[in-house]
T-cell receptor
Framework: AQTVTQSQPEMSVQEAETVTLSCTYD???????LFWYKQPPSRQMILVIR??????QNATENRFSVNFQKAAKSFSLKISDSQLGDTAMYFC???????????????FGKGITLSVRP | DSGVTQTPKHLITATGQRVTLRCSPR?????VYWYQQSLDQGLQFLIQ???????AKGNILERFSAQQFPDLHSELNLSSLELGDSALYFC??????????FGSGTRLTVV
């Protein structure tokens, strides 16, 4: 079974600054996917970024990038030029690559609440 | 619009009652996942269906059941409701590890 840990319950950042959200995970799988999801006050779950574990290159999506350290089982999210609309809860999630198996569910961390200050 | 449709958006019901939550996955997605999000438990996986068959079960109570129909829509049935069942219930669908696409959720309030 996989576990995902987000140890920081809350963070705050000034608008236009950069913030990094931490995530660690534990698994015996070698091939898997990692995700960051955003949940704004509307409660909609929105996929922010996706990383394939067999790719060494860190994923980037506009202002969002990750620092994926497979050996350390660490997967942090960096948000550059923070905007007020980035205020949300952020969830780190793990998915085995064998998505057809009984263990194929997406496992979430407990989330971190990010507040962007004007 | 994510393409995953959940109805109803809000539901208020009394303890002991039974409700049915409905989910239609994105066109072409065969898998449907149900998650429960409560304040103190985070996002908990309940159950997965793949092309009409149950594929995986998580922390789903015996009072809860689900099914996926031939048209791939899914229903989550919650019975003998308790106050602690109040939560946001999400449905998601996926294609080949590209991440799940979530519906907007059903907010259930048990009074």
């Amino acid at each position: 079974a996989q576990t995902v840990t987000q140890s920081q319950p809350e963070m705050s950042v000034q608008e236009a600054e950069t913030v990094t959200l931490s995530c660690t995970y534990d698994t015996s799988e070698n091939n898997y996917y990692l995700f960051w999801y955003k949940q704004p006050p509307s409660r909609q779950m929105i996929l922010v970024i996706r990383q394939e574990a067999y790719k060494q290159q860190n994923a980037t999506e506009n202002r969002f990038s990750v620092n994926f350290q497979k050996a350390a089982k660490s997967f942090s999210l960096k948000i550059s030029d923070s905007q007020l609309g980035d205020t949300a809860m952020y969830f780190c999630a793990f998915l085995p690559r064998d998505y057809t198996g009984a263990n194929s569910k997406l496992t979430f961390g407990k989330g971190i609440t990010l507040s962007v200050r004007p | 619009d994510s393409g995953v449709t959940q109805t109803p958006k809000h539901l208020i019901t009394a303890t002991g009652q039974r409700v049915t939550l409905r989910c239609s996955p994105r066109s072409g997605d065969l898998s449907v996942y149900w998650y429960q999000q409560s304040l103190d438990q985070g996002l908990q996986f309940l159950i997965q269906y793949y092309n009409g068959e149950e594929r995986a079960k998580g922390n789903i109570l015996e009072r809860f059941s689900a099914q996926q129909f031939p048209d791939l829509h899914s229903e989550l049935n919650l019975s003998s409701l308790e106050l602690g069942d109040s939560a946001l219930y999400f449905c998601a669908s996926s294609v080949q590890g590209y991440g799940y696409t979530f519906g907007s959720g059903t907010r259930l309030t048990v009074v």
